[in-house]
């Protein structure tokens, strides 16, 4: 190599190192700056319930941090895909956060042949809460355990109905998942989230919801509703009068719904652990756990790559559920 092609070269690499240093200062520069404005929500269902209680846990701690306020917007729709097709969407800068359930991101891409959005569009920020299932009875129903409740829909076929928070939800496929377990019928009745569910289970026109705390603790505490059993390992903390489904003779029946945060996919890694870091810190907060108990939800934060580990197996479990039952959308 001649003098002058050696100079080139070093001019070449001078040069490149120089790019990428920019490159790498414009990263964290974004980092350093973010957020630059309000920081929003998404969540995926009405207002009431797991993931908008969750959400709103996650608004409160993370805006004492984060300097932006906030913001909780409700996108309820299309089993879901309306908010997740938003944030997939959305500019690749953090400012738009999914509130993901598990029920929508594990189910939809299993249930639904066409989506607007793909997994593959959505980065985990991290895993905030999760929440056990009760077991709940219109009082209408004659039954007060659980082994009375399965005696009498067995004797009864076709004459229940059950709620869900929508087509896909973990109340829909974990009530089928129960269904096939005990032998029972019920009719499925979907609705676009807890709250309006909720209403109409307490009206008697539905008589079985299989749903988180949040939904049906009050009623069963003021005698609305009946509890039946938790789908827990353990007993919740606020429901400690209910049996778990195995100590109430349902044996190997769990059934546990969990919130993640998520962004676009190719927001900058910097931000993303960043804004994840920050969530952490709320969700540690002894306040945070309190409203979280309060409302019968358990903090369980998880860093990006063991939320994207626990999507990935339950999405395992899941599809083996859906397929053995085979499972479709009504």
């Known amino acids: 190599m001649n003098l002058f092609n050696r100079r080139q070269l070093?001019?070449?690499l001078a040069a490149l190192a120089a790019l990428a240093s920019?490159?790498?200062?414009?990263?964290?520069?974004?980092?350093?700056?973010?957020?630059?404005?309000?920081?929003?929500?998404?969540?995926?269902?009405?207002p009431g319930g797991l993931v908008d209680t969750s959400a709103r846990l996650v608004s409160e701690s993370l805006g004492r941090f984060i300097g932006q306020s906030v913001v909780v917007d409700n996108k309820p729709g299309g089993s879901g895909n309306l908010a997740y097709s938003l944030v997939a969407r959305s500019p690749k800068d953090g400012h738009t956060v999914l509130v993901s359930y598990s029920g929508y991101h594990i189910a939809n891409p299993i249930l639904m042949d066409k989506l607007p959005w793909e997994l593959k569009d959505l980065t985990p920020v991290g895993l905030v809460t999760v929440a056990t299932n009760v077991i709940a009875v219109h009082p209408s129903v004659p039954a007060n355990t659980l082994k009375e409740f399965i005696a009498w829909a067995k004797q009864n076929p076709g004459k229940l109905n059950y709620a869900s928070q929508g087509n896909g939800s973990v109340s829909h496929i974990g009530t089928e998942i129960f269904k096939q377990q005990t032998g029972i019928e019920m009719t499925h009745v979907p609705y676009k989230g807890s709250g309006q569910a909720i209403q109409d289970v307490l009206a008697g026109q539905v008589q079985v919801f299989i749903t988180t705390p949040p939904s049906v603790m009050g009623h069963v505490l003021n005698g609305k509703l009946?509890?039946?059993?938790?789908?827990?390992k353990i007993r919740h903390p606020?429901?400690?009068q209910v049996p778990t489904a195995s100590e109430a003779g349902l044996t190997g029946f769990e059934l546990e719904s969990w919130v993640a945060l998520y962004v676009a996919?190719?927001?900058?890694?910097?931000?993303v652990q960043k804004l994840s870091a920050e969530v952490k810190r709320g969700m540690e907060l002894p306040e945070t756990k309190q409203?979280?108990?309060q409302a019968g939800i358990e903090i369980r934060y998880l860093t990006p790559d063991?939320?994207?580990k626990l999507l990935e197996r339950d999405t395992v479990s899941w599809a083996k559920a859906i397929k053995a039952g085979n499972i479709k959308f009504d």
Do not use: M
């Not at 920019?22 to 009405?46: E, H």
């Not at 996919?265 to 931000?271: C, D, L, Q, R």
């Open 226 to 232: 009946k509890a039946l059993a938790v789908t827990g």
């Open 306 to 308: 063991n939320t994207t």
């Open 291 to 293: 409203r979280a108990d």
């Open 10 to 12: 070093h001019i070449t």
């Open 238 to 240: 606020q429901l400690p």
């Open 22 to 46: 920019l490159a790498s200062s414009t990263v964290w520069a974004q980092a350093d700056a973010y957020p630059s404005k309000p920081i929003t929500l998404v969540v995926p269902n009405p």
């Open 265 to 271: 996919s190719g927001t900058p890694k910097e931000v």
